[in-house]
């Protein structure tokens, strides 16, 4: 049933004061909630209000959108709305995979099933993303996967092609990296450090399928037990990215990774495809970007990659939530939504439209994550945790000493075997009886 909803303030300044119900002029107001800022926040204004004032004023729907920060505020201020006054949530928040295990388990959501939304035409790899044993929790929207981003003008001029696994990266390091008079490195061949996102392919990949935790990454159920250690994934991925240290052209950097790259200090990187229109507009004519799939952790790392981005989220079961669901999925409003940001379209129906057919022509670099979605298991799925930031930062941290030399491999998967545990231990306790 609708919320009707008057201006609230929950717990201080939780969230900001937001109309909801009905507006002035009558008509159905529909809040989302969402992390979409710059490139996207723009292209996400201009998609609702060409819902506005064309199905919204046919139906008698306006959608009112309120920026809420990153996809972990979203889900903070939904936590605290919920537990502070049920009826003070939006209709539908856009929120990440790292809110799924609250999602899951919050007897306030509506999952798509619930709503009755047809999902035919949603990419199988995109809907893995957000599946769990009680159906589609959120539905994907702003989706995006890694992609390995190259210099292409300097991979040319020596002859190389991105490499498929990391041994070949760590054979080549030493090629694409310069070091001046001094014996200072000025580019690396490879900048960044992997986190849960990163070993979602670098671990989700090995043996064609592998899990970091069980129940299927927590998406069948609470996860309870850590299977990365034991079953030895992460020390062979830990293995690999030591000896691309030990080249000395790998730069651990936590953060600035397309900064490097735009630059010319990084030959390759990993980042999001959404990252794709960014990047592209950074390096601007400096040399040519190539795309590539995301090298494997060793030959038997099949599986692909897994889908990341934003999914929306439903707190209310109303036909005027079904009916902007309906939009923001639908052919046209994907690939307006593709085409503006570098997100991967969701809707299937658009790989057959020829407008967007000519446009993957004309920007092959787009294309390559399409490809590299289609040729992913569905099963690698990202990962679903309590205390899902902390962990990503633990996982980087451990990863950067292991190349610095200043732990082991064995400390490594100790330390982390040992954190997520914890966690999967304390959440059980305060929410499992």
Known sequence: MKKLLSYLLVVLTAFPLIAMGSSESGKEIVTIWHCSSGRAGTALEEIIDEFNST?????????EA??????????????????????????????????CLDMMNADYLYTIDE?????????????????????????????????????????????????????????????????????????????GVPTTYELGAFIGAQKGLSYFVDMENGHQGTPTEVLFG???????????????????????????????????????????????????????????????????????????????????????????????????ISTEVQMKWSQATGYVAVNTEIYSNPEYIAFLESNPAYSK??????????????????????IYYSFQSNIMEVAAGSITIDQAVDNMVSIVQTALDEYARANID
């Open 369 to 390: 994550a399409i490809e590299q979605a289609e040729a992913s298991n569905p099963k690698v799925v990202g990962i679903w945790l309590p205390s899902a930031y902390q």
């Open 66 to 99: 309120v920026y809420q920060g990153l996809a972990n505020d979203v889900i903070t201020k939904v936590k605290a709305a919920a537990s502070a006054d049920i009826s003070s949530l939006p209709d539908i928040a856009q929120l990440d995979a790292t809110a």
């Open 55 to 63: 199905i919204g004023e046919e139906k008698g729907i306006e959608i």
């Open 230 to 328: 034991k079953e030895g994934t992460f020390r062979n991925f830990l293995e690999h990215w030591k000896a691309l240290a030990d080249t000395g052209y790998l730069n651990s950097i936590p953060s600035g990774t397309t900064a490097e790259f735009a630059s010319g200090r990084a030959a390759m990187i990993l980042a999001s495809s959404s990252n794709l229109t960014r990047i592209l507009a950074d390096v601007s004519g400096r040399f040519e970007v190539g795309t590539a799939f995301v090298p494997k952790t060793d030959e038997n790392a099949t599986g692909g990659v897994n889908i990341g981005g934003e999914a929306l989220f439903c707190y209310s079961d109303s036909d005027a939530v079904k009916t902007v669901i309906e939009y923001l």
């Open 115 to 191: 709503l009755g939304i047809d999902t035919s035409d949603i990419m199988p790899q995109a809907m893995g993303a957000f599946t769990s044993y009680k159906g589609l929790l959120g539905m994907p929207f702003s989706c995006s996967l890694l992609l390995a981003y190259y210099n292409k003008t300097l991979f040319d001029s020596l002859s190389l092609k991105a490499p498929e696994t990391l041994d070949e990266l760590t054979a080549i390091a030493p090629l694409l990296g310069e070091k001046d008079s001094s014996g200072n490195v000025t580019r690396y061949a490879f900048a």
